[in-house]
């Protein structure tokens, strides 16, 4: 039965709160747990900025296009991503541009590469956008 609008006292929170205690936590539990203390992103949609900090995580060490290792590293949408993974928010600053939720997506680039890829290369903005 729906409780919806019903409140419980403060003494059966207490109750709640005690028992639930030191319960034991699954394994897939306490990786959710522990990914979200790390500011980590689980699920498997994000929206355009989770996608790109989801995969930083698996950033290179150097530009996947000019080799460079001393320069601000940033991850670029791989142009061969297949059309079935990419995603587009309606709303916002990121409206209109193609992401993909999945990490394998994406390639790392050095700054100055990865704007030169996106602006020059960028085969797909007529079609998705
Ligand atoms: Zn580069």
Redesign the pocket.
Known sequence: MARKGTHLTEEHKAQIRAKLKGRPLSAETRAKMSAARRGRYTRDEVRYRGAHDRAREHMAGS??????DD?RLTVSLRHDTPVENLRVETTGCNARKPYSCDPADYIT??Y???KLHDIREAPWLADVA
């Open positions: 530009c996947g296009h000019c080799g460079a320069r680039l050095c100055s590469c990865h």
